[in-house]
């Protein structure tokens, strides 16, 4: 019964557009009411949405997610609250973008259950790993800049090698918004005017 499924949408800041996932979730049939958004880091240890939702959940409810990494961003809180979810209160979870991991799975006889039991830690794994890049680039981007006298936080006259790699691969769409964000340490709409500089100086060509 659709009114037992329930969507985490979670987007890092403010300035990232949850409308996608949003979008993504109606498509299934789940109730506005029943798609929980939240605008904070997975690393945050509050996360109020998040733990109402969990509380509220019961044995046999669905939780609709987009990705593993919606549940936490390091390694030992994915496969917490995931037997907290799955396990302690009985939910059964469905990763949209890894559908291996979904729990309601019509053979889940123990080879199935270990292979999902494996590819959920390597999933942790990626998750922790991934993060933990992005915020060394991010933090050594800001040694440079610090070291270069830059000022942080306002418009630069001197566009980085950096800042040109990263919209660069944004523009080839290797890589999301939210990475581009994360990498640079800036806003959606410093981002956006990043973008237009680089373009109209003809710093990608």
Same mark, same amino acid.
């Given at each position: 019964?659709?009114?037992?499924?329930?969507?985490?949408?979670?987007? +890092?800041?403010?300035?990232?557009?949850?409308?996608?996932?949003?979008?993504?979730?109606?498509?299934?049939? =789940?109730?506005?009411?029943?798609?929980? %958004?939240?605008?904070?880091?997975?690393?945050?240890?509050?996360?109020?949405? @998040?733990?109402?939702?969990?509380?509220?959940?019961?044995?046999?409810?669905?939780?609709?997610?987009?990705? %593993?990494?919606?549940?936490?961003?390091?390694?030992?809180?994915?496969?917490?609250?995931?037997?907290?979810?799955?396990?302690?209160?009985?939910? =059964?979870?469905?990763?949209?973008?890894?559908?291996?991991?979904?729990?309601?799975?019509?053979?889940?006889?123990? *080879?199935?259950? @270990?292979?999902?039991?494996? @590819?959920?830690?390597?999933?942790? @794994?990626?998750?922790?790993?991934?993060?933990?890049? %992005?915020?060394?680039?991010?933090?050594? /981007?800001?040694?440079?800049?610090?070291?270069?006298?830059? *000022?942080?936080?306002?418009?630069?006259?001197?566009?980085?090698?950096?800042? =040109?790699?990263?919209?660069?691969?944004?523009?080839?769409?290797?890589?999301?918004?939210?990475?581009?964000?994360?990498?640079? /340490?800036?806003?959606? +709409?410093?981002?956006?005017?990043?973008?237009?500089?680089?373009?109209?100086? /003809?710093?990608?060509?």
């Amino acid at each position: 019964m659709l009114e037992n499924t329930y969507a985490l949408i979670r987007v +890092s800041t403010e300035e990232q557009n949850e409308a996608r996932q949003v979008v993504r979730m109606e498509k299934l049939g =789940i109730p506005k009411s029943n798609i929980v %958004i939240e605008k904070e880091s997975g690393k945050s240890k509050t996360r109020a949405k @998040f733990q109402k939702l969990v509380k509220q959940l019961k044995r046999g409810d669905t939780l609709y997610i987009e990705n %593993i990494d919606r549940l936490a961003r390091d390694y030992d809180g994915i496969l917490s609250m995931w037997h907290t979810l799955t396990t302690q209160k009985g939910v =059964i979870v469905k990763v949209l973008d890894t559908p291996m991991l979904d729990t309601d799975q019509n053979n889940n006889d123990l *080879s199935v259950r @270990f292979m999902r039991d494996i @590819f959920l830690l390597i999933q942790a @794994f990626q998750a922790e790993y991934e993060w933990s890049k %992005i915020k060394s680039r991010q933090a050594q /981007g800001i040694a440079v800049a610090k070291a270069s006298g830059k *000022s942080m936080g306002r418009p630069k006259a001197v566009i980085t090698d950096e800042e =040109i790699d990263v919209v660069k691969q944004f523009q080839a769409q290797e890589i999301a918004l939210d990475i581009a964000l994360d990498l640079l /340490g800036i806003k959606k +709409s410093a981002f956006y005017n990043l973008c237009r500089n680089i373009n109209e100086k /003809g710093r990608l060509f």
